[in-house]
């Protein structure tokens, strides 16, 4: 049942956010593929990929729908791997399942090198009000339930902002 509720907010959110981004479509670099892949594993003390081995393509969905695709293979893809998913800064998940803090590095590369590669990393978490977000992490606001949503579509926020301060003239990611 929790499953199917995850996948409907996620596929939910995904589909808004489709629609709410086509609006930007004109200004963006255009990407030709987005892989995700996890460099989490059980010998690093972590079990997130064994509650949520879905995860990947999640976040492939959920980037796909923030930022402009292309069929040129001569444009720009995006590689994005997660490397740590942790409860208060704990790798090993509670049987609850929750998380609160995701990181990833995030790899831009140009077959065509209209961009340069370029590589950032993407930290997000999601704490109440009265607690520090680590320095180096976008903060989410925290909701009961929906977590995983909210931190999924938060990493993938991030992405499409940093993707969307490429400068095409190949001077990277700027803010």
């Known amino acids: 049942m929790f499953n199917s509720v995850k996948s409907i907010a996620l596929a939910?959110?995904?589909?808004?956010?489709?629609?709410?981004?086509?609006?930007?479509?004109?200004?963006s670099v255009a990407f030709s593929a987005i892989d995700v892949s996890s460099s989490?594993?059980?010998?690093?003390?972590?079990?997130?990929?064994?509650?949520?081995?879905?995860?990947?393509?999640?976040?492939?969905?959920?980037?796909?729908?923030?930022?402009?695709?292309?069929?040129?293979?001569?444009?720009?893809?995006?590689?994005?791997?997660?490397?740590?998913?942790?409860l208060d800064g704990d790798t090993m998940l509670s049987d609850s399942q929750e998380f609160n803090e995701i990181e990833g590095v995030v790899d831009i590369t140009s077959p065509n090198e209209s961009i340069g590669a370029r590589s950032f990393p993407v930290n997000v978490a999601a704490y109440s009000v009265d607690q520090v977000v680590p320095e180096g992490y976008v903060a989410v606001a925290p909701t009961e339930g929906v977590f995983y949503e909210v931190m999924i579509n938060g990493f993938a926020d991030e992405v499409a902002e940093q993707v969307g301060n490429l400068n095409t003239a190949g001077?990277?990611?700027?803010?």
Request: net charge negative.
């Open 12 to 27: 939910t959110g995904v589909s808004l956010a489709a629609l709410s981004s086509a609006a930007f479509a004109d200004d």
């Open 171 to 175: 001077s990277g990611v700027s803010k």
């Open 40 to 86: 989490i594993n059980a010998a690093q003390d972590a079990n997130a990929m064994e509650y949520y081995p879905q995860i990947t393509e999640d976040l492939k969905a959920a980037v796909a729908a923030r930022v402009l695709g292309s069929d040129d293979a001569s444009d720009p893809t995006i590689n994005i791997d997660i490397r740590k998913i942790s």
